[in-house]
């Protein structure tokens, strides 16, 4: 068996779960836009209430969310799975 149909029949078996990251990502997207024009008001008035400790907390937990996401990317298996089907 090739290697291009190793790929090819990866792809093929895999494309239902891709798809559905797909419509999951478009789904968090629109979601948080909605939720961010819902609870505008009440995460402002949350914020104003003690801005010297709350703003700082939201920070770091987005800095968090941003390391994770930075881990998660350059430890992608991706390769090392198609390196395996192409070596049998």
Known sequence: MSVCKNIKNYTRRHERLADFFSLMAAVLFFGSIYLGFT???QSMAWIAQDYLLYIPIALSFLGLLENLWVKTRRSNSLGI?????IQG
């Not at 799975?81 to 089907?85: F, G, H, K, M, P």
């Open 81 to 85: 799975r198609v390196n395996s089907l």
């Open 39 to 41: 609870y505008h008001e």
